[in-house]
């Protein structure tokens, strides 16, 4: 039998490949200079550098206090990410708008408040935190501080963002209720929309955190300080066995993540 919505298929299918070919070849896509006798020759000899990992005393104390050092950064650069988007996203969710009930005396001031509060997360949430990172390197030196500050910018505008689509997307009917019998906004949030996605909230936080401990580390090659900072200066003195140990403390922290997500899923189900 043939399959009635085959011709829109194929049609997509060519469209995306006639998208899809032009830019592969703008972006000098060339794969297969892998595979040609010098380039596995060289990625060979690379990798076997990186064979056995680093083990001495010296370094495992540099390596355990940039993992400490990593983890902070994105720890405490989370946190202050969602004390910037919890009240960004209060004033930017339409499911908390007391105007939706009828006028009111806040509705006016809500209604200019919604989109100056998206426009705020969308500004922070545009430049990047390695660009954050840059221009705040230069601003408080060298050092975790600037990472910090980094992550809390542009995680700020991406959870606050986030939050106000899973809080709109779940069930708005006890907070329409609340605010109808004459509750405010915030207890409107705590009872009658936080308690349906705590779930949803919390998965999506720790993986910003994970997010922001695979972060740390590229940050830290403009000198933000933690594992990044160390893996540059490996890479700079051609040690591969130092920087193959700090890509397998950065696989045990990210698999660290995936386990308190899982965790954190369990324990609010």
């Known amino acids: 039998m043939r399959d009635p919505a085959w011709r829109s298929r194929c049609l997509w299918t060519v469209a995306a490949l006639a998208i899809a070919w032009p830019m592969l070849v703008l972006a000098e896509f060339r794969p297969w200079v892998l595979f040609d006798g010098q380039g596995l020759q060289a990625m060979q000899g690379f990798l076997l550098g990186f064979w056995p990992p680093a083990t001495d005393a010296a370094f495992g104390t540099l390596l355990l206090r940039a993992t400490l050092e990593t983890l902070a950064m994105a720890t405490a650069g989370t946190f202050l990410a969602f004390l910037v988007a919890a009240p960004l996203a209060l004033a930017a969710t339409r499911a908390l708008s007391i105007s939706r009930i009828g006028p009111g005396p ?103 955190w994970e997010c922001a401990v695979r972060a740390s580390v590229v ?51």
């Open 106 to 208: 806040g509705a006016l001031r809500a209604a200019a408040l919604r989109p100056v509060a998206r426009l705020v997360l969308m500004v922070l949430r545009a430049v990047p935190e390695i660009v954050w990172a840059l221009v705040l390197v230069r601003a408080l030196g060298l050092g975790p501080g600037a990472g910090v500050l980094a992550i809390a910018i542009a995680y700020g505008g991406m959870l606050g963002k986030v939050y106000s689509e899973i809080l709109e997307s779940g069930d708005t009917r006890p907070a329409r209720a609340l605010l109808e019998a004459g509750s405010g906004r915030l207890a409107a949030l705590c009872y009658g929309l936080v308690p349906g996605a705590a779930q949803e909230l919390a998965s999506y936080t720790v993986y910003r």
């Open 219 to 269: 940050m830290g090659f403009v000198g933000a300080g933690g594992l990044g900072q160390l893996m540059d200066q490996s890479m700079k003195m051609l040690n591969g066995g130092e920087a193959s140990a700090i890509l397998l403390t950065f696989l045990a922290l990210v698999l660290l993540a995936d386990a308190m997500s899982a965790l954190l899923r369990r324990m609010l189900a």
